[in-house]
């Protein structure tokens, strides 16, 4: 006799069966074919032969190196040393398959001139193969008789101090981190002047808060196996099954559609139950579902580095009336935000929306007065969407929209909230999210 669980994901695995095609390995990824079931209009992605491979080609990288060496130029910045794993792959696209304090890496993106890695020997034939339009790859470590550089701090100052860099552009400002400890950061102060080091976040994300058309394709793809990922939960579910059995669906049927290829891992937060409902933020537990429970689902897979990210909620039974009042109005405000939503405007125009929204239906008070953020390779990026963000929405910025009705403080249910990602196009918002379903779904 199999257990429940084994045969939710038996149901899994059958339900893949009609992506599968015999002559898969003779497709290129980055193309779409037909196929019939579920995945119509994505296409089959087949297994990656190499880890290694750039999610993009070079034109890709090298313009935006030519971006940001523009706008190092308009802030006065020689060059720009990154160290953050997701923005060494937003201007290389190399990536590690496992993050290790242990090997530091870095770039330098000169104003003149070609960039620089820094890394670890045992590391740079990933490297090679990842970027191999990278001309300039500098090893250290290794054994005694490679005659390398011990320690990769060594290695950015020499570049520094060579070249007589006077603006050091770092990762020192809002939403950007710096990957080393702070003794490390005092010791590159100490050996090319801290009055040399300057901010330089500000070019990082002028870069990546406005995507590429070859960007939004990969997202477009991410949320789509993302909507079939939370269909096939929400069609599995039952009184009975426990939220990790859920997640477990969910999640198997992401990595089985090419998920979680990047150092940087998708998140997925499943809560249900009047014990769990103030839980904002709660990984999946094994709590059975209940009638009467309403289920929040949340958060979705990284897809060759790129992020989803959506809301969702379901009901085991008719949702009371509190609930309904609550999702209505959650939905008043997704309406009054995407009106907004249009080049022209600002991101604290679309927070006042949705806040106007939500005074006409009455409420007093919102717990969260962030509607809102960006979204790309990193799951939470620029803008914030709340009512002092005066940057201008425009055309290539991608958001996870997440309005809400929370029924606080007395947390009696869930309260109201969907998310949506979304695209803005010159003509306003286009909905990356729209092919599942908004309304709450009732079992």
């Not at 020192?172 to 005092?186: A, I, K, Q, Y």
């Not at 002092?388 to 929405?393: E, G, Q, S």
């Amino acid at each position: 006799m199999k257990s429940k669980t084994e045969k939710f994901l038996r149901r899994a695995d059958n339900v893949l069966q009609v992506f599968r095609m015999k002559d898969a390995k003779t497709f290129y990824p980055e193309r779409n074919f037909g196929t019939s079931g579920r995945m119509k209009g994505i296409g089959f992605y087949p297994p990656r032969k190499e880890f290694t491979v750039a999610p993009f080609n070079s034109y890709e990288y090298k313009r935006r190196i030519e971006n940001a060496k523009r706008l190092m130029e308009e802030k006065g910045i020689d060059v720009l040393l990154i160290t953050e794993p997701v923005t060494i792959d937003y201007f290389t696209g190399f990536r590690k398959p496992f993050p290790s304090k242990h090997r530091p890496r870095g770039v330098l993106i000169p104003l003149d001139g070609e960039p620089v890695m820094v890394i670890a020997m045992m590391s740079a034939i990933l490297a090679e193969k990842s970027a191999p339009w990278l001309k300039d790859i500098r090893k250290w470590g290794g054994p005694p008789y490679m005659n390398l550089p011990f320690d990769p701090l060594d290695v950015f100052i020499d570049i520094v101090q060579t070249n007589g860099y006077s603006k050091v552009g770092m990762e020192l400002g809002h939403l950007t981190r710096m990957d080393m400890s702070n003794v490390d950061f005092e010791k590159i102060k100490s050996g090319i002047g801290s009055e040399k080091i300057v901010d330089g976040s500000e070019v990082i994300w002028e870069c990546r808060k406005i995507k590429s058309r070859n960007e939004i394709e990969k997202m477009a793809r991410c949320v789509h196996i993302m909507c079939e990922g939370y269909r096939l939960g929400f069609e599995s579910l039952e009184v009975g099954m426990t939220e990790r059995d859920v997640a477990s669906l969910i999640w198997q049927f992401w990595v089985k559609h090419g998920c979680f290829t990047s150092e940087v891992t998708g998140s997925f937060l499943i809560r249900a139950g009047k014990s769990r409902y103030s839980m904002l933020s709660s990984p999946p537990v094994d709590r059975k579902f209940e009638r009467g429970d309403v289920i929040f689902f949340d958060g979705g897979p990284n897809y060759e580095g790129y992020q989803g990210d959506i809301i969702r909620l379901a009901s085991i039974g008719e949702p009371n009336d509190r609930q309904k009042k609550a999702f209505k109005i959650a939905l008043e405000k997704m309406d009054a935000g995407l009106e907004a939503m249009v080049p022209g405007n600002t991101w604290a125009d679309v927070a006042l929306a949705a806040q106007e929204a939500e005074k006409k239906a009455g409420v007093e008070r919102d717990l969260i007065r962030r509607h809102g953020h960006g979204i790309g390779m990193d799951l939470h990026e620029p803008p914030n969407i709340y009512e002092k963000d005066a940057t201008p929405v425009e055309p290539g910025n991608t958001v996870s929209y997440e309005p809400a009705a929370y029924d606080y403080p007395e947390w009696q249910v869930l309260g109201g909230k969907v998310e949506e990602q979304i695209v803005i196009t010159e003509h306003g918002p286009e909905i990356l999210s729209k092919e599942l379903e908004r309304e709450m779904w009732i079992l």
